[in-house]
Nanobody, 117 residues
Framework: QVQLVESGGDLVQAGGSLRLSCAASGSTSIINYMRWYRQAPGKQRWWVATISRGENANYADSVKGRFTISRDNTKNTVYLHMDSLKPEDTAVYYC???????????WGQGTQVTVSS
């Protein structure tokens, strides 16, 4: 019912910035929470940030103060603006969405962020 497509991943030097986007399509009117996760090679997927439909945001301690999650409900898009990037931020970043009804949960295919030292 919902499709998610991430974009914006790139190679960037430490200290640089990137903005990731996640465009949702399908039954977007019932999307509630949206989240960003990341997964480094050989490691499990780890939660980064969450934003509610009312735009209340929460962050993992590792990114708090550096990353900002936002959403545009009209455009059905969630963003992750990343500042002061570190090599430890290198990962594939995934978008995730929960719905207001039902038990469905959706994932995008991911976008690669590489931070060089």
């Amino acid at each position: 019912q919902v499709q998610l497509v991430e974009s914006g991943g790139d190679l960037v030097q430490a200290g640089g910035s990137l903005r990731l986007s996640c465009a949702a399509s399908g039954s977007t009117s019932i999307i509630n929470y949206m989240r960003w996760y990341r997964q480094a090679p050989g490691k499990q997927r780890w939660w980064v940030a969450t934003i509610s439909r009312g735009e209340n945001a929460n962050y993992a301690d590792s990114v708090k103060g550096r990353f900002t999650i936002s959403r545009d409900n009209t455009k059905n898009t969630v963003y992750l603006h990343m500042d002061s990037l570190k090599p430890e931020d290198t990962a594939v970043y995934y978008c995730n969405a929960d719905l207001t009804i039902g038990d469905s949960n959706y994932w995008g295919q991911g976008t690669q962020v590489t931070v060089s030292s």
